[in-house]
């Protein structure tokens, strides 16, 4: 998280209920963590502007991806990487790669990237052949098989 934001919760934090109830909220959705529920009871309209907020948060990632990159900032090839390299033992590999197969799967993404996060997803929890492949879009189980050929490897 920037310092700029970082301190601007931190004031906010020292504002009375229910505005500084809104600081933690806010801390948890650009770490990352787990949505939290919107603070009860905020004045007049902020409650859609702190849900309109979540969703433009889960819509971008802070590290603005770059051309042949997904939402989550991290291009295709270095995600199929992460999970062979997670599978293998490489813990911060696999961690790094179930975060962003997840995010592929929130509401909104695209069908394809929904069905490649789970698959992938998947591999990541052990499993392998049929359970994985079932179901796949035509354009998305090249590679999840590209994936299982080189964990054979």
């Known amino acids: 998280m920037p310092l700029e934001v970082g301190e601007a919760l931190a004031q906010l934090?020292?504002?009375?209920p229910p505005l500084g109830s809104i600081a933690p909220f806010l801390r948890a959705v650009g770490s990352g963590q787990p949505v939290p529920p919107v603070?009860?009871?905020?004045?007049?309209?902020?409650?859609?502007?702190?849900?309109?907020?979540v969703q433009a948060i889960a819509r971008q990632d802070a590290g603005g991806?770059?051309?042949?990159?997904?939402?989550?900032g991290?291009?295709?090839?270095?995600?199929?990487?992460?999970?062979?390299?997670?599978?293998?033992?490489e813990t911060q590999a696999g961690l790094?790669?179930?975060?962003?197969?997840?995010?592929l799967q929130r509401p909104g993404a695209t069908p394809e990237d929904a069905a490649l996060g789970k698959a992938l997803q998947r591999l990541l929890e052990g499993l392998?052949?049929?359970?994985?492949?079932?179901?796949?879009?035509a354009d998305v189980a090249p590679l999840v098989e590209r994936v299982e050929r080189e964990l054979k490897a």
């Open 13 to 16: 934090e020292q504002v009375p």
């Open 74 to 89: 991290i291009s295709l090839e270095d995600l199929l990487a992460l999970v062979v390299r997670g599978r293998r033992g």
């Open 96 to 103: 790094r790669a179930y975060d962003v197969v997840r995010a």
């Open 128 to 137: 392998r052949g049929a359970a994985v492949l079932e179901g796949l879009p």
């Open 39 to 53: 603070p009860p009871v905020p004045p007049g309209e902020l409650a859609s502007i702190l849900q309109e907020l």
């Open 65 to 72: 991806p770059g051309e042949d990159e997904g939402e989550s």
